[in-house]
């Protein structure tokens, strides 16, 4: 199986959805998102993430059919819990699945799991990716009890929805800021006491990205939206070695350390 470069103290997942969206916009092939995924790798990125929709409003199956055969970086398969998305998964066999929730009015993925409350939903398609082989992530909220439901599942990691983050981040407020930021930390290093591995991501930008790469427990971001819409003004490559910098830049800073 291959895994994922140890290169970075941090690692950086590029999402490569809208890519694809911008493609489906007039239909045919192009802007490619596999070659998207391959300028991605060559600017730092360490894993590619594609989220197939029940929809199909942006990956589309022969998508992640050519990523799983071309890329040469980890592909992480963003999925909803459904019979449909299982068997691709299986058929496939991604290095990992990320479990978000879905809704069909939604423009992005509004939330984490109710992994409290889904459980009972959540366990058999956990199971069934565990037992062929692929790594499960749960894309929960920065909640205490979000935590412990996804150790009881047999998770193996969890992805902490930082999108109420970035909102105070973009409204300017500092006090609701400090106490998303806090949320996350506390729900780190629950995380990673109760043996699952951290992931963070939704919404992140160069100016909030610092915070969440200096929590030490976090081992993965994943970064798309923002990426992909810097990359109209200054290229792919660019975006992606400016975000790889910053996060370079944080988590070099944890403990003491500082850059030259």
């Given at each position: 199986m291959t895994h994922f470069s140890q290169t970075h103290g941090l690692r950086l997942g590029v999402n490569i959805d809208h890519v694809a969206t911008i493609r489906n916009a007039r239909g045919g092939r192009h802007p490619d998102p596999i070659r998207a995924a391959q300028l991605a790798v060559e600017a730092g990125a360490?894993?590619?993430?594609?989220?197939?929709?029940?929809?199909?409003?942006?990956?589309?199956?022969?998508?992640?059919?050519?990523?799983?055969?071309?890329?040469?970086?980890?592909?992480?398969?963003?999925?909803?819990?459904?019979?449909?998305?299982?068997?691709?998964?299986?058929?496939?066999?991604?290095?990992?699945?990320?479990?978000?929730?879905?809704?069909?009015?939604?423009?992005?993925?509004?939330?984490?799991?109710?992994?409290?409350?889904?459980?009972?939903?959540?366990?058999?398609?956990?199971?069934?990716?565990?037992?062929?082989?692929?790594?499960?992530s749960l894309f929960i909220e920065p909640d205490e009890r979000a935590v412990a439901a996804s150790a009881r599942l047999g998770a193996d990691i969890v992805e902490l929805h930082t999108g109420a983050y970035c909102e105070m981040d973009l409204r300017g407020d500092a006090a609701g800021l400090a106490e998303q930021l806090a949320r996350h930390q506390l729900a780190a290093k629950l995380a990673h006491d109760a043996g699952l591995e951290v992931h963070a991501g939704h919404g992140l930008t160069f100016n909030s990205v610092g915070a969440i790469a200096r929590i030490e427990q976090i081992v993965e971001l994943n970064i798309g939206h923002f990426l992909i819409g810097e990359a109209i003004f200054g290229g792919l490559h660019?975006?992606?070695?400016?975000?790889?910098?910053?996060?370079?830049?944080?988590?070099?800073?944890?403990?003491?350390?500082?850059?030259?």
């Open positions: 360490d894993g590619i993430t594609a989220h197939l929709r029940e929809d199909r409003r942006h990956i589309s199956d022969d998508d992640i059919t050519r990523l799983k055969r071309d890329l040469t970086r980890p592909l992480n398969f963003e999925m909803a819990a459904t019979d449909e998305m299982v068997a691709i998964a299986l058929r496939h066999l991604p290095h990992a699945c990320c479990i978000v929730p879905e809704k069909r009015e939604e423009r992005t993925t509004e939330g984490g799991l109710d992994v409290v409350g889904g459980a009972n939903e959540l366990q058999r398609p956990i199971d069934q990716l565990k037992a062929a082989g692929m790594r499960v660019g975006a992606i070695s400016r975000m790889r910098g910053l996060m370079n830049e944080a988590r070099a800073s944890v403990g003491g350390r500082k850059t030259a």
